[in-house]
């Protein structure tokens, strides 16, 4: 079974920058889809975006134009580059991978998942 683990998070100022990247290991990582999601404190954890394994990308709303998906297969790593950074993106992220079925970016979807990096962005 893969395993996922994250990298990258911090403290930023807000309209800054990061880029978080997720190290996926296991021998069927090209067939999977990899997305990211957060979770703020008091709050349901959200999706943030997914890249298909077609690399079809998909993103929330919330983030759309300023938070951008990648993956580098060679590598076996999973990034998310963050720009315009918001006090409201502070949260736990996390990157997860779906093994099956159409790539959707659900929570639901994804059965594996990384231990989580924290991003705190402050005005």
């Known amino acids: 079974q893969a395993q996922l683990v994250e990298s990258g998070g911090g403290s930023v100022q807000a309209g800054g920058s990061l880029r978080l990247s997720c190290l996926v290991s296991?021998?069927?990582?090209?067939?999977?889809?990899l997305g990211w999601f957060r979770q703020a404190p008091g709050k349901q954890r959200e999706e943030v975006a997914t890249?298909?394994?077609?690399?079809?990308?998909i993103y929330a709303e919330s983030v759309l134009g300023r938070f951008s998906i990648s993956k580098d297969l060679a590598k076996n790593t999973l990034y998310l580059e963050m720009n315009s950074l918001k006090v409201e993106d502070t949260a736990i992220y996390y990157c997860a991978a779906q093994t099956r079925g159409a790539c959707v970016l659900k929570s639901y979807a994804y059965t594996i998942w990384g231990q989580g990096t924290q991003v705190t962005v402050s005005s």
């Open positions: 296991g021998d069927r990582v090209h067939t999977y889809n």
């Open positions: 890249v298909c394994h077609n690399d079809f990308t």
